[in-house]
């Protein structure tokens, strides 16, 4: 596990950070840990990395919703029943609802019974970014699409605005709705809107996120897709690979092969 | 109040530029900002004067949250040297001792702060 | 001028006094939703706006439609209108406060409004609608209200307010413009995602308000002897009309481009509204019924040998609004939510709570513009 979080380091251009990779394991569970700022990197620079996911439904085993666990856990994300209310970061689709512009007739039974996990795109131009009034989301410096929850004035545009079904709205207290809390990541309150952030509060310690590491088919890859040598960038030359509804322009960098 | 949060958020914003100019200054001349290998921030003393933590922590608390969440600037560097990352963790991690720490003064204080609405308060971490 | 809004007779307070008992039910049922969340409405993950945003659309249109007696009056000096304009201008500032009002009933967290303005974000359209609402409503009061204040002198008005109503011109195309592109620029929602939006929004905005207007005048006439004039009704009724033809062409110029093309993501939304879709078809009788009685209205307002007759014009008015509102809340707003972006059709029901508050809101506005028409009425009859 440490030699996979190393080679990780490595790989996603945190160079200068591998040799600290193991100082760099804080246990997630423990939010008052004393903190070793020597492995968080200097000021970002713009553009150098934009983290990519691809996810292999091949491996994604059927009926397993591990990762949407992890990440629900990790997250302090309510689970209220019905879909009214609900908050979702990461989620089973099915095919033909996740990929719904692709060719619908004579499927193969395969593709009629698959599911996929649908979560945040981090789109490189993100519509929710730009119908946003107070920038609460916005595009950081590493390509990831992230909320601010202290500036959020739960408008909602932003979930108007995505093509995907991304975002949750706080539509009560969630706090009633999470069963065990997570130290590694605050709750949210009544009113602001959330959704995944790939786990950046885990990249800056330098771990992967919640759903990669959950994963018992290592279906999921995550990577700098500005880094050529990096394995999603191996990945994605080697197989045909899928984005959710393309022919938006959104450039999703979340990408799939089924 | 809004007032000072609005000023200090000004002047840190253009002390973000002046760094922010001076980094790629430095990265321009092909060097690569690199962690330093300080290790832990043991340290008996606060980031700021204590009497200036009175009454500002709340602004020392914003802007670190700013730059941290829209900047990615992380690393706090007091004047003598010493860095601290730029998270509420980092104050209840020095202030662990006494789990009553905030509540004291907020509730002589009274006043009554948002952020354990979202943030897990030392009462309710189990260490 | 405002201490005329203060005396009034038994109907005037009986009115005024239920208007605060609704106002009153509405911040109860906000308190609510403060304290609980806006999980008290309706709305959801999928439907995630509701009967506050269609309010909101509905209402820029009657805020917008002042320009039809002002622009007639101002540019092409239209005489007939001179007792109308004031009316107008009055209606578009009640209009534009309860839009705001509605957006904050809206918001998720109302005590951060001003953040909206703390960071400036000019890529959204947000932040120019607050700018085009606010500017409007002012530019409608300041001036409305100074000219009315010159003409109880019984002198010029100030020139300045010439520049300001000039300006109110194209600031009333922008509002709804703006508001149409508040949804137009949206990737996912296809029923959104169309360039005749704004000039749809345009027209259907013209057809309701001025109709609106015409009931407005209906009702100064007989309660309080204030009569715009027969001319000046006629004009407003050919201008209603002819918006009412302009809304319904571009509506046709939609279900022709979505079903001749056959292209499913323009097909859905329309199909799901108008015929249903996977066997949900909630919203068809609504749609069916606003079209119907939407063109039906319009005949009558063409017609002269019908629109002569009061009742029949009144009719016209009350169907041509409520045709609008269906159309433009119910169906473009709710509906442009469905089919969701995993082409799911989902339900949407307001509660009790989110009807109180919207009552209340309108209770606001109607308040505030009982009290304003009090005032001109008071003013122009000496």
Known sequence: MNQQRREFLRKAGFAALAGLGAAAGLNPLHALEKTDTSVFPRKPVEGKVRWGMLIDTRNCPEGCTKCSAACHFEHNVPDFSGTKNEVKWIWKSPYEKAFPTSGMQFKSDELEKLEVPTLCNHCAEPPCAKACPTEATFKRWDGIVSMDYHRCIGCRFCMAACPYGSRSFNWQDPRPGIEIFSASYPTRERGVVEKCNFCSERLVKGMLPACVEACPGKAITFGNLNDPASDIRALLAREETMQRKPELGTLPSVFYII | ?127 | ?382
């Open chain 2, 1 to 127: 109040m809004r007032k000072n949060i609005l000023m200090s958020a000004w002047i840190a914003l253009a002390l973000l530029l002046a760094v922010g100019i001076f980094m790629q200054q430095e990265s321009g001349a092909g060097t690569e900002p690199s962690a330093t290998a300080s290790g832990k921030s043991e340290s008996t003393s606060c980031v700021y004067p204590k009497e200036f933590m009175k009454s500002h922590h709340m602004q020392v608390l914003d802007e670190w949250r700013h730059d941290s969440v829209r900047e990615g600037d992380r690393i706090h560097v007091t004047p003598d040297g010493r860095e601290f990352e730029k998270s509420l963790n980092t104050c209840l991690d020095c202030h662990s001792r006494n789990k009553m720490f905030c509540f004291m003064c907020h509730q002589y204080a009274n006043v009554k702060p948002t952020c354990w609405n979202c943030h897990l308060s030392p009462m309710e971490v189990t260490k």
């Open chain 3, 1 to 382: 001028m405002l201490e005329k809004a203060l005396k009034g007779n038994r109907a005037y307070w009986i009115w005024m006094v239920l208007l605060v008992m609704v106002i009153v039910s509405g911040l109860s049922a906000w308190g609510r939703q403060l304290e609980f969340g806006l999980g008290v409405t309706g709305m959801g993950r999928d439907i995630s706006w509701g009967l506050y945003i269609a309010q909101f659309t509905f209402l820029v249109g009657v805020a917008a439609s002042a320009v039809m007696v002002v622009l007639p009056y101002y540019l092409h000096n239209q005489k007939a209108f001179g007792k109308t304009v004031i009316v107008g201008e009055f209606l578009a500032v009640s209009a534009a406060l309860m839009c705001m009002l509605f957006i904050l009933a809206d918001m998720g967290k109302p005590q951060r409004v001003l953040n909206v303005l703390l960071h400036p974000s000019p890529h959204s359209m947000v932040f120019w609608d607050v700018i085009v609402l606010n500017g409007y409503l002012l530019l409608n009061l300041v001036t409305g209200w100074a000219v009315l204040g010159a003409e109880r002198k019984g002198v010029l008005p100030p020139a300045w307010t010439k520049a300001l109503i000039y300006l109110s011109i194209p600031w009333a195309f922008s509002i709804h413009t703006v508001t149409a592109f508040l949804y137009a620029g949206m990737p996912g929602r296809h029923l959104w995602l169309t360039a005749v939006l704004a000039p749809r929004f345009l027209a259907s905005a013209f057809a309701a308000g001025t109709a609106l207007l015409i009931l407005i005048s209906f009702i100064l006439k007989k309660s309080a002897g204030y009569d715009i004039g027969f001319e000046a009704r006629k004009k407003l009724t050919v201008l209603a009309a002819y918006a009412g033809v302009a809304n319904f062409f571009l509506l046709g110029a939609e279900f022709f481009t979505a079903f001749y093309s056959n292209v499913p993501a323009h097909e859905h939304s329309l199909q799901h509204l108008y015929f249903g879709l996977h066997g949900h078809a909630a919203f068809v009788p609504w749609m069916w019924t606003s079209l119907v009685v939407g063109i039906g209205s319009v005949i009558v307002l063409l017609v002269p040998l019908f629109r002569s007759r009061p009742r029949l014009l009144v009719a016209a008015c009350i169907g041509l609004i409520a045709s609008i509102w269906v159309d433009k809340g119910i169906g473009l707003v709710i509906g442009g939510f469905l089919p969701t972006p995993f082409e799911e059709i989902v339900g949407y029901v307001p509660t009790i709570t989110e009807l109180q508050v919207t009552f209340g809101i309108w209770a606001i506005g109607l308040l505030v513009l009982t009290a304003l028409l009090k005032v001109v009425v008071d003013v122009k009859n000496g």
